[in-house]
């Protein structure tokens, strides 16, 4: 699992150099979201996090993500060895359920499909298979 986070950053490396192409989806209607044609979506903002949910419309200049999943790096206390782990939110203390993105932060946007590593975790965390 990490070293399938380290190719996520690794990439979203590289499409920092592109930047400029990756935000043409923003020309979009400023309610509009983005069409991937998969239930899930990645989203890589400009600072570096990336999160992972079911994208929809929201006004103005901002992206909605509904049912959103992180990765988190966890260390054993005893072993010190570290994990990554896919994590939802909305069990934090405010209890989100939807997350609002400023669009200018926003650097791309990608599918998350059903039978990718992702893809699969998400669905072992929900115990059922997405479409």
Known sequence: MQKFVQSIFATAAVVIAVA????????????????TGTTYQSVALINGQLYFGRMAKAE??????????????RQNPETHATANVLTRRGSEPHG???M??????????????????IGKLIAEQQGKLLR
Do not use: H
Request: hydrophobic share 45%.
């Open 100 to 117: 609002l993105i400023n669009r200018s932060q926003v650097l791309l946007v990608e599918s998350v499909k059903a039978d990718s590593q």
């Open 20 to 35: 400029a192409a990756t935000l043409a989806w923003q020309s979009v209607g400023q309610s509009a979201a983005p069409e």
């Open 96 to 98: 989100p359920e939807v």
């Open 60 to 73: 103005g200049g901002y992206l909605a993500l509904r049912d959103v999943y992180y990765v988190q790096t």
